[in-house]
């Protein structure tokens, strides 16, 4: 009988694209993807160690599928990623009923694993080797890169697509797990890289966005060569059929001339950076460990103005670390209102077991204040986001519609719910529908539902803090006035907690 799979993905795009190759494995093997966790032979949680809360949530998780478990004991439970690199042993400890536990960098042996549970072999835990202890290369080649045989249908839409660059990371700044539980930088090969952006369009993607804890670090030496992110970018560039490439995330340091003159000169190559800042103090920045001083970034985000006048420049901070007092707060507070970031992802500082903050530095400000500090710094740049989306209110931009707005998908599920199921929707009927622009702006407009996945034109007529609103230009698609469905703004997404797939 087919077996069904149900896989949840909390944390970066590095795990949403981990999850689309365990299903797509999986599938190959005859699986099918399950409605829920109720009617699934295996559920597995795909797992972030970035923050305690989401940790929190995969401890709540498997507390509640406990009960699953209880009622069926062939139920395989599959903790993956990272939270199974960095807890081990204590995930089987605090939840015995666990089958799997499977590092990020061991998820080729998933099918395999799972067969072996089903088989009655008993629970396993898969992981990597720890960062100290060993040489780099031995450590290195514990984390194996996987990244089989795409399967499209697994993708959040059919015409976007992640594509890994690298694995792993070297920068070991203060606060962060990464390096630790996705092991050392690991570059994949061009050649690789270019084959499967050129699969990924043949099968009908317009879109790939590279990705990389630290993408622009990407170095492959080959034959006395080395290929930097701008040389791929140029390969990349050339495939036909592909719109659109975009690269994340960026280390401040790495981001230099000749990768910011490719995104300049090459015409695919979106002119959105994402260039975590993390804070405006050098101060904390050495605390920090993040090897650049604010002067430093701000060089990089002057060059960065300089050739690419309209790009949008996005950034991480954290707010509430280790010893931050009110006056290095203001910096950031200060760098935010003057450097005119798109948006922030802002942060409140979580201490993680294993790194130099946590074994080294008190966690010292008081939760109240670290509350307060998010808040201020998320309302700094609310106003410079809505003052910098403003300025496109009267231009024409070219969208990729992605697909549904917000609000539509709300306006669906709340009828669905009501049994009133949008089988007889049609193509052609006119919803509001939410794309980016190449600066990664997000737009809502009205148009046909055939018209997710196309590049469209939009005439854009208002702005909110983290979108844009608009028309279809030229009456394309029979556009119809915002007022019919309303506007007041998308939400910035920003927690990526996935449930794959989505459609
Ligand atoms: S660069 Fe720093 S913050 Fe980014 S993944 Fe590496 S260690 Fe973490």
Redesign the pocket.
């Known amino acids: 009988m087919t077996k069904r799979l149900w896989i949840e993905t909390v944390g970066c795009q590095m795990n949403v694209l981990d999850s689309e190759l365990v299903v797509a494995a999986l599938r190959r093997q005859g699986w099918e993807m399950a409605r829920g966790a109720a009617e699934a032979d295996a559920v597995f949680y795909n797992t972030c160690s970035v923050r305690q809360h989401a940790e929190d949530k995969i401890y709540s998780a498997l507390g509640r599928v406990r009960f699953e478990k209880a009622k069926r004991p062939g139920l395989v439970v599959g903790v993956l990623g990272c939270m199974a690199q960095k807890d081990q042993e204590l995930i089987r400890t605090r939840a015995p009923w666990v089958d799997l536990v499977v590092g990020p960098g061991q998820l080729h042996q998933v099918p395999a694993l799972v067969a072996d549970v089903l088989a009655g072999g008993g629970p396993r835990i898969e992981v990597s080797l720890e960062r100290k202890g060993a040489a780099r290369d031995v450590i290195a080649r514990s984390f194996e890169s996987y990244d089989p045989d795409r399967d499209p249908a697994m993708r959040p839409t059919p015409f976007q697509a992640f594509i890994r660059t690298q694995t792993g ?5 203060a ?5 630790h539980v ?1 092991g050392p930088e690991q570059a994949r090969a061009p050649d690789t890289i270019v084959a499967e952006a050129t699969k990924l369009v043949a099968e009908g993607c317009r879109e790939i966005t590279l990705i990389g ?2 993408v622009n670090s990407y170095r492959w030496s080959d034959g006395g060569k080395t290929h930097r992110l701008s040389d791929l970018l140029l390969r990349l560039d050339g495939i036909d059929g592909l719109d659109r490439i975009k690269f994340v ?1 960026n ?1 401040p340091r790495d981001m230099t001339p000749d990768l910011i003159a490719a995104v300049r000169d090459l015409p695919k190559v979106c002119h959105y950076l994402h260039v ?1 800042a ?1 804070h405006g103090s050098d101060a904390v920045l050495a605390r920090m460990k ?1 090897g650049y001083t604010i002067g430093q970034y701000m060089e990089m985000l002057a060059l960065v103005r300089e050739e690419l006048p309209h790009a949008a420049v996005t950034s991480d901070f954290i707010v509430g670390f280790c010893g931050e007092t009110d006056a290095e707060f203001e910096t950031t507070l200060d760098l935010v209102r003057s450097a005119g970031f798109k948006n922030s992802f802002i942060f409140k500082y979580s201490p993680r077991p294993g790194t130099k903050a946590f074994e080294r530095l008190p966690d010292d400000v008081p939760e109240e204040v670290k509350r307060q500090r998010n808040q201020a710094l998320l309302e700094a740049q609310a106003d410079v986001s809505l003052a910098g989306n403003r300025r496109f209110i009267g231009t024409r931009q070219q969208v990729l519609v992605e697909g549904l707005s917000t609000r539509e998908e709300k306006r669906e599920a709340a009828a669905a719910a009501a049994g009133a199921a949008p089988a007889d929707a049609t193509p052609d009927d006119v919803v509001q529908l939410s794309g980016r622009t190449m600066c990664d702006r997000i737009v809502v407009f009205d148009a046909p539902r055939r018209l997710v996945g196309r590049l469209v034109d939009v005439d854009i007529l208002d702005a909110a803090a983290w979108s844009l609103s608009g028309v279809v230009a030229d009456g394309l698609a029979d556009a119809v006035p915002l007022t019919s469905l309303g506007f007041t703004g998308e939400t910035e997404p920003e927690v990526h907690s996935i449930t794959l797939p989505r459609r």
């Open positions: 990371c070297d920068k070991f700044c606060f962060c797990v990464v390096p996705r804890q630290t995330t280390y975590p993390q993040r």
